[in-house]
Each structure stands twice: as C-alpha cells, then as structure tokens.
C-alpha cells in the first residue's frame, strides 16, 4: 500500500483547473492518482469563502500554518517542569540528574534529559546556557603534575576494602592550581559518600599543603588517604602524623586510580577555572561552593547527594 503523501503547490493548481473545467471529484481523482475523498477533503478544507472558488496559493498557505501548528508543544512549556528544571540548573545540576530527580517526585510522568539539553542549545530557558550553567562546557583537558615522590606505601599496597568503597574514611586527594603565584585548593573526597573537603593554600609549598590537609580534615576519621606523586606532597609524613592515618601513592601518571577525587576536581573547575586567583576569592563564596558540590545528587549514591547518603547512614 503506497504512503499518503500531501499535496504539493502543483498538484493544487492542477486541481484549480480541473475544478474550473466542471470535471467532477472522482474524474479528478483518477486522473491525479488520488482517492475521491482526498480530493473532496482538500477543496472543502481549503475553499476561499470570501471568492468563492478554490485558490491553489491560498491551500497552500492555510496547508503550511496547519502544520506549523499541529507540531507537539515543548515539554517544558509545561510549568511545572519548567520551574523544576530552572531550580536544577541553579545548583548546577546536570540534566541528567534533574531528570532522576523528577523522576523521584513524579514517578508518574517522565522527562529526558535529551529534552533539556534541546532547550538549553535552542536558548529555550531563559537565562541559562550550556556555557554557563553545564559542567563541561564542551572543553576537555587533561594535565599530568611532575611525579617526584618516593612512597613508602603504592597503591598497592592498600587494604582491600579501601578499593570496595564500602567503608568510610577512605580517602583521595589531590590539588587543584589557580595560576603562578595565585594559591590553590587542597580537595579530599571520601570513597563511599562522594564527600567533598577542601580547604585553599596560599602556594604549593608541601609545608603549607600539610597544613591544609588538617585544615580540610580537622575532626575527621581518615581511614587510608590515596595521592598522587606530585612534589607538594612531599611532607606526606607528616600529613600522616597529623591525620593519624598511612597514605598510599598512585602509579606515576594514573589519574584514573583516584577516579572519584578527579571527577569532583572537575566540579570545582567548573565554578574556579584555571587562572584563578584562589587567594582573593571570598571565604564563604568558597564554603559557598563546596555545599553546592556536596548537596549535589549523584548517580553512584542513586540518586542522593553526599549529605543526604552521610545522614542515611546515620540513621
């Protein structure tokens, strides 16, 4: 059975002569291939009330505005979502993640976040963009720090349950840099919770890295503590004094073995990107930042944010 296919501006003139002709509707069917209902639909829909005849240009245009308006309204045309998705994309949520929340509080409708990702390309919601307001805004860029340490515990060393993520107080760090002369954060992220602690160092002089270790960890239980092997750690003994705990060093160049510290330095990036000046940004701007990464939803954790996986466990 052959496809129906519209009517296309010739056939509409066609038809316009034939009408003028007094060819009847099932003479002008058989001849243009169409069915007589077909073509008795199209001049009734179509028919020029104020001339009185049928117009071939003017089906055309009532044709096209007919389609242009038949087309499904955007689903965030529906308020709800609308303001469910612009409260999202004001923490910073991905869109995957305001989808699986939705999907959490209205389990009886669905959104994709392929829907919102459109929007934000088409500028659909007002005041957010993919620049802006998404993660990773299209640049990826991947830097590997000087490998000068020599450990007295690898990797492999570690005990096997610091691998299951099952425990807390196993912990990766790391640091992310602002620019030369410009300070830098010191980030540690628990294993099992995604738990973000960070505190910022004027430089990355090992001595006062050590110190913001303790800062950032001050009257937490730190089980292992799983670096890299770049010179700021260089003090890692007595970051280990300080913290009561043994740290394990990677292989040199395996970012890939501290997954979870590296995909929360991403975030971090995301609001302080290189060339920042970490030694003028407000303290609690800063404080500011790390709750919006710790109250931040995530897939591993389905679905909860750090603090609300840290709070079921205590209950």
């Known amino acids: 059975m ?6 296309t501006l010739s056939e509409r003139e066609s038809l316009a002569l034939k009408l003028l002709e007094g060819k009847s509707y099932r003479q002008i069917a058989h001849e243009l291939g169409r069915s007589p209902s077909t073509i008795s639909r199209e001049v009734r829909r179509n028919w020029s009330q104020k001339k009185d005849r049928y117009n071939p240009w003017g089906a055309t245009i009532k044709y096209i505005c007919r389609r242009k308006s ?11 979502i609308y303001d469910f998705v612009t409260k999202g994309l004001t923490k910073f949520w991905s869109p995957e993640i305001i989808c699986q929340r939705w999907k959490m509080e209205y389990p009886e409708h669905t959104l994709c976040h392929a829907t919102i990702y459109r929007a934000l390309k088409a500028k659909h919601i007002k005041g957010f963009s993919r620049k802006t307001h998404l993660r990773r805004r299209g640049k990826r ?3 590997h720090n000087s490998q000068t340490i020599q450990p007295v515990h690898t990797i492999h060393d570690r005990p096997q349950i610091a691998a299951l993520q099952q425990r807390l107080g196993d912990l990766e760090g790391d640091t992310v ?3 030369i002369g410009k300070g830098c954060v010191v980030t540690v992220v628990d294993k099992a919770s995604r738990m973000l602690y960070a505190a910022r160092s004027f430089s990355r002089d090992s001595g006062l890295i050590a110190e913001a270790f303790s800062a950032a960890l001050s ?3 730190v089980e292992t503590l799983t670096l890299d092997r770049g010179s700021e750690f260089a003090k890692f003994h007595e970051i280990e004094q300080n913290l009561n705990t043994t740290i394990y060093f990677c292989d040199p160049h395996s970012p890939w073995q501290r997954p979870q510290n590296e995909n929360i330095n991403g975030l971090l990036r995301f609001f302080f990107p290189k060339g920042t000046d970490f030694n003028d940004i407000d303290h609690e701007y800063f404080q500011h930042v790390v709750h919006l990464i710790n109250n931040r939803p995530r897939k591993c954790l389905e679905w909860l944010s750090p603090v609300e996986f840290l709070r079921k466990c205590c209950a």
């Open 2 to 7: 052959q496809s129906y296919q519209h009517f």
């Open 70 to 80: 038949c087309a499904p309204k955007p689903r965030l045309a529906d308020e709800t």
């Open 141 to 143: 860029k991947n830097k």
């Open 219 to 221: 009257g937490q239980t």
């Open 177 to 179: 840099y602002g620019a």
